[in-house]
């Protein structure tokens, strides 16, 4: 079976915690596409040149999480060559036997827009910086204004900015508990399945 689920959305609005716990409950492949962008950033060096060779151990760095790798990631990620030159890895993933589940900015608008069910999850800038703040520490507000930060440069790119598919289903996680987020995606999933 071929079945993509595309979950798109802000920083830290949850995805990665939804992705993997629909991976687990469907039995998909899960991708954290945001990696990608944060390994090729953390390198160093030409960013084209990096993506274009990009090795599995580059995605196993312990220091892809911190909030400089996230900005560096959100700066690389605004370059149309280094996208382009991770397209065909994330499109066999999602198109791969099996099922999977793919996490980013442009999954549902650009890398899968045919995706069987596409997800954009948010959540109010606090919310999402508070939540953050919870995983990296430090300076909540310094949180903040990178979450705010890197939001406007990924929504303002030319190339695959951040924005939901028109037929994706927005979730908007501000009031709800990584419980019932995980339902009402599962919920979807679950629909998109009974269809095929
Ligand atoms: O975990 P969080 O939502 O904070 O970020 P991430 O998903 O790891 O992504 C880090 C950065 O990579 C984002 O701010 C984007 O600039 C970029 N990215 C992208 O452009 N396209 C994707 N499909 C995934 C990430």
Known sequence: MIFTVAIDGPAAAGKGTISRALAARFGFAHLDTGLLYRAVGAKGGDPVAVARSLQPDDL????????????????????PEVRA???????RFARAEGGAVLDGRDIGTVICPEAEAKLFITAAP??????????????????????????????????????????????????????????????LVRDRLNRL
């Open 60 to 79: 196993a760095r312990g220091d892809l999480r911190t909030l400089e790798a996230g900005q560096a990631a959100s700066r690389v990620a605004a370059i």
């Open 126 to 187: 606090e919310v999402r910086a508070h939540r953050r703040w919870l995983e990296v520490g430090g300076d909540e507000e310094k949180v903040l204004a990178e979450v705010k930060e890197r939001d406007a440069r990924d929504m303002g790119r030319a190339d695959a900015p951040l924005r939901p598919a028109a037929d994706a289903v927005i979730l908007d996680t501000t009031g709800l508990d990584i419980a019932e987020a995980v339902a009402r995606a599962e919920n």
């Open 85 to 91: 030159a991770l397209v065909d890895f994330q499109r």
